[in-house]
């Protein structure tokens, strides 16, 4: 079917400063479809959350072109006559010139990119490295050998730029994203919440547009990069529907890509002692620390199973999912879900699979005076100050604040792009739609 298709992949042309690489993929398909070309899949994959020299999201993009300025009327075969390697080669030279150029154009200072073009697209295992692990640059060296990729820049954002042709959309969703104006740029960008509310609450196709619990917008970035906004589906024409909703400054236009958001493909089940630093896991344990409060509002906590044991963190931007965990005790079941940095997974799920239960003991009534008895030690029995003495026990009543078996996330506003709602999962089946392989 992709046989007559050169695929594009681009990654670190943006930096903290600003600039964006969808911008620059967004450009460069108005620049091809300008030329008569037709591009098709544009692509937004997010790679592992937890690299440490990431910028923001650390997405990487990719978009298929046909061969040919017609579109691709040559048919599937691959060209092997005179003539047909003639028009691929300028098929090539074009592509490259465009992808070159908007990378110079708009790629930042500071930003380290990648850009390849391939007729084939990368082997899987490579994405799936690239989104749980850390790759280095000679991995993607020995891809560009196995597929025959014609690389145009090879920074480190070549890593990015195979991973994203790589990406076998296994299971995927859909962001549009809207662009301002170039003479906006940098500016405070007018993006009306109340319109990410009504997205939130309207189109239950939608995602992550809007945090209702603690009244935070999410489509617009506060970075001063070219996103006016982004709207998250899995229905990219619910998608053009969501966006008539929206009322902000004017834009410059607007694309919508296939994506891994809201997938939890960076999610892999290990044991405790399989964990490492700069990884995501799902794992499961028991409480053998009782959840404590830190300075700033944070929330941590230890679980173990068989193999050893590690620490647990909410912290202060996950707000009111904190008040889930404050209730657990030591004994507690519970699967965790998040990244790992410094020996400690950062909380983006929790499940709690098993409390086990706490009595609060309850003095008995003193049945000549009517007042609380006091107690005269473990199993001696209470007395009364009016002299009366008893030798029964207290009486037990179950104790457990908020914490109840289930599924619980961080809020819209805490949550990572990669990360899959749990609005997204069928209910009653959160073990065994894990996107684990």
Known sequence: ????????????????????????????????????????????????????????????LAVGVKMGRDGGSRGSQTPHGGADREMELA???????????????????????????????????????????????????DVVDLIGAHVIVEGRGLIGALAAISWPATER????????????????????????????????????????????????PNSPCPVLYGIRGVDPNVLKRAKDVVKAEDEDGWIIFESNQGTDDHLQKKTIWEIQDNESVITEG??????????????????????????????????????????????DRVRAWGGVKKGTINLEKIELLDLITVYDVVNPTCPQCGRKMGSMGSGS????????????????????????????????????HLSKPVKLMPKNLYSSCLSIR
């Not at 662009?179 to 609450?201: F, L, P, Q, T």
Request: glycine residues 10%.
């Open 381 to 416: 029995g209470y007395r009364c100050t009016c002299g009366f003495k008893v030798a029964e026990d207290g009486a037990k009543t179950i104790k457990r604040e908020r914490a109840e078996l289930g599924l619980y996330e961080v809020p819209v506003r805490a949550r990572k």
């Open 173 to 220: 969703t859909y962001e549009l994203i809207a662009y301002r104006m170039a003479d906006k740029w940098g500016s405070r960008r007018y993006v009306d919440a109340n319109s990410a509310r009504m997205i939130e609450i309207n189109f239950p196709e939608t995602f992550d547009s809007f945090d209702l619990e603690n009244g935070v917008q999410r489509i617009a």
């Open 91 to 141: 098929d090539l030279g074009r592509i490259e010139d465009a992808a070159r150029g908007e990378i110079d154009k708009l790629g930042m200072d500071g930003s380290d990119p990648g850009c390849v073009i391939s007729r084939k697209r990368g082997p899987e295992w490579f994405y799936w490295n690239c989104v749980r692990g850390i790759v280095q640059k000679a991995e993607a060296q």
């Open 286 to 331: 028991f409480l053998s620390q009782r959840p404590r409060r830190a300075r700033g509002g944070h929330l941590f906590f230890e679980i173990s199973d068989e193999t050893g044991s590690i620490g647990c963190a909410a912290f202060e931007p996950t707000k009111g999912f904190r008040d889930y965990l404050a209730s657990l005790v030591v004994g």
């Open 1 to 60: 079917m992709f046989d007559d298709i050169l695929w594009v992949g681009i990654d670190d042309t943006d930096s903290l400063m600003g600039g964006c690489t969808t911008h620059i993929l967004f450009k460069l398909v108005q620049r091809l479809e300008a030329m008569g070309y037709r591009a098709i899949r544009p692509s937004l994959v997010r790679l592992n959350p937890n690299v440490p020299w990431k910028t923001r999201g650390n997405g990487a």
